[in-house]
């Protein structure tokens, strides 16, 4: 009897950690509409007012994606929404709209009933490159982004061009700023043909593979993934500091600027490949300056708003830059200078 059992190859966790089998495919608005005939959506409210012929057969949940929203008291909400349709394990969570509605509605789909089947469909250029690609989903906690989550890799991304049309210059920005972060970790090729004047289905595939290629080193964010949050930590201050009214894409543009800064008066980047990055930007129209009112908040508090970010390690890991496609993430030893170089900046905009 034990000579008719066949042995089974076990794939180790390291194995299991490269295998990302999200299937992001481009579709049309008609395509999509026949997709989402008859399933579960959790939908922006705003995506549902310009496109409402969409949804027109489908099971819903509206609900406006902002920071404030963006908590477990929503997630229950949709929960609340599966239970009422009776949604089984069996079905899939279509998640449409922007960061927060992927975010949040990939992470509703992950841990209802133990876990439902997952597809984004991202509404605006910055999920599309970002939010909707490496398996991330998350609310914030007391006063902590994304501090509640699970790795959850949906089963397939829906790009559709189409909503691209709708999006304001600034978003269109805010989508830029992320594709120009990627380039600059990852793949300074897509640098020379980026542009907003004509976003192509190209570059953003081109985008999304090569963060799903630096997600498959690292899917659980142990280490090389940590590159993707150049400028982040930068960011998430600033979000802080304004309340939020300074949009992620915004934030994470003055937050590349001051690590490439930084970088180089740590002497770590050249200074023409400082001016190289920072004429990249200029030349995007990416919008990264701030307030003095904001500066004066952010300079004040900082050391509070770095300090949620520590409470990931046991020191705060700011990525910084070597050259493009060279990021290197900083050590214990370097934490109180990159600081107090983040404070002289913020103090020499407000003497001015």
Partial sequence: MMEMCKKVKLLSFADMEKKIKTKIEFISLDDLKSVLMNQIVVLDKKVYIHYRSLFSKTERFLFTPNEDNKNLYTVR???SFLDKINA???????????GITTDIGGFAAATFKRGMKS???PTTLLSMVDAAVGGKTGVNFRG??????????????YICMDFLKSLSEKQIGEGLAEILKIGIVAGKHILKDLSGENISEDIIRKAIELKISVCEQDVYDHSARMMLNFGHTFAHAVEK???YSVSHGNAVSYGMI???????KLGLLKSYTSEEMKSLMKGLNLDYQLSDEIAARLLKKCDHYFLKDKKKSNYIRFVLLEDLEKPLISNNNQESEIIELFKAKLGKQLRK
Avoid: C, H, M
């Fill in 77 to 79: 909400k949709i929960y």
């Fill in 119 to 121: 597809v984004l469909i």
């Fill in 144 to 157: 902590s982004k994304n501090l509640v989550g699970v790795f959850n890799q949906p089963e397939k991304v």
């Fill in 241 to 243: 500091a304004s309340g």
């Fill in 258 to 264: 001051t690590a490439i800064e930084i970088s180089e």
């Fill in 88 to 98: 089984v394990r069996t079905d899939t969570v279509y998640s449409t709209g922007g």
